[in-house]
């Protein structure tokens, strides 16, 4: 009778086998597109003020990196992420305001040499100020209890948190989207980038609206280091490694597109999950090997060629 039975358990097995492969790749395919989002606001603050003030903000990762620090701050001393995840992007954005009022607006219209020397100069500082501030251990940020647990998705368990992340992200990216899209800030910010000097003479300070694309893209860059500063460790480090995932988005988009930061943020974050089930050790040669087909097809990104029109 033990041979008859023998292909019943080498069945059951296969079955097992299947059913393990398919739930870890939707867990990664999830967690993906959770990644995705949450780079797109980071890419999403660095494409609007290339876009807006053609800028090149290598500092843009040390403004997420703040984020993240400001929130475990603030979490450990009020006990709560809720004010964390608010008053960290603020004072992130507060921190834009001096960068572009006391460094950039002096250099618009320069040579853009300028504006990499100086955001690249201005990351260096801050990443040496958190560690002479935070020390270089590596941090986390408390998440609510409220957020615990997991949830049944088919046939993977998720993190309600990520669930939370994956949320926000997106309607914070949908808002940005319609914002720039359908309302007159929108038409404003457009207008200042493209002929500054027409929007100036109709009594428009121009110059305040660029500090408040700067100010709004830190906002956002901030946010995301508190979003993942929950889920992920908070390090000095933190800063130049997203920097490098956010230039190869805003690459792969097409610098100064919105909408081709979110869907290539996107993409990013499912070749980094996938690439972290198939083979984690090769997980950036992927990402680099994306961009650089992208641009052998398109040199502008996907979606530069077409917005530049």
Do not use: C
Request: proline letters at 3%.
């Amino acid at each position: 009778m033990g041979p008859v039975r023998r292909p019943d358990r080498v069945r059951t097995r296969g079955r097992s086998l299947m059913f393990v492969e398919f739930s870890s790749v939707l867990r990664a395919t999830m967690l993906g597109v959770q990644l995705g989002m949450t780079l797109a606001l980071v890419a999403a603050g660095l494409t609007l003020i290339f876009g807006m003030l053609d800028v090149i903000n290598f500092a843009h990762g040390s403004l997420y990196m703040m984020g993240a620090y400001l929130g475990v701050t603030v979490s450990a001393q009020f006990g709560s992420f809720w004010l964390a995840l608010l008053i960290a992007p603020l004072a992130v954005g507060v921190i834009g305001a001096v960068i572009e009022v006391f460094g950039l607006r002096a250099l618009y219209g320069r040579n853009p040499l300028y504006h990499i020397l100086l955001t690249f100069g201005l990351a260096v500082m801050i990443q040496g100020l958190v560690v002479e501030i935070w020390g270089g251990q590596s941090l986390r940020i408390e998440a609510p209890a409220s957020l615990a647990g997991t949830v049944q998705i088919g046939p993977v368990e998720y993190p309600v948190y990520w669930l939370f992340v994956l949320a926000v992200s997106t309607l914070l990216i949908a808002a940005v989207w319609l914002m720039i899209d359908r309302s007159d800030l929108g038409i404003l910010m457009r207008a200042s980038a493209h002929d500054t000097e027409m929007v100036d003479a109709l009594g428009i300070d121009v110059s305040k609206v660029f500090t408040g694309v700067f100010v709004f893209g830190a906002v956002l860059a901030g946010v995301a280091g508190v979003l993942l500063g929950a889920s992920r460790s908070v390090n000095p480090g933190m800063g130049f490694g997203v920097i490098i995932e956010t230039f190869v988005i805003v690459v792969i988009g097409g610098l100064g597109s919105f909408k081709g930061a979110v869907y290539a943020a996107l993409a990013v974050g499912l070749v980094t999950a996938y690439g972290a089930l198939i083979a984690p050790s090769v997980t950036d040669i992927f990402l680099f090997t994306m961009m650089a087909v992208v641009l052998m097809i398109r040199p502008n990104g996907l979606f530069g060629a077409t917005e530049a029109a």
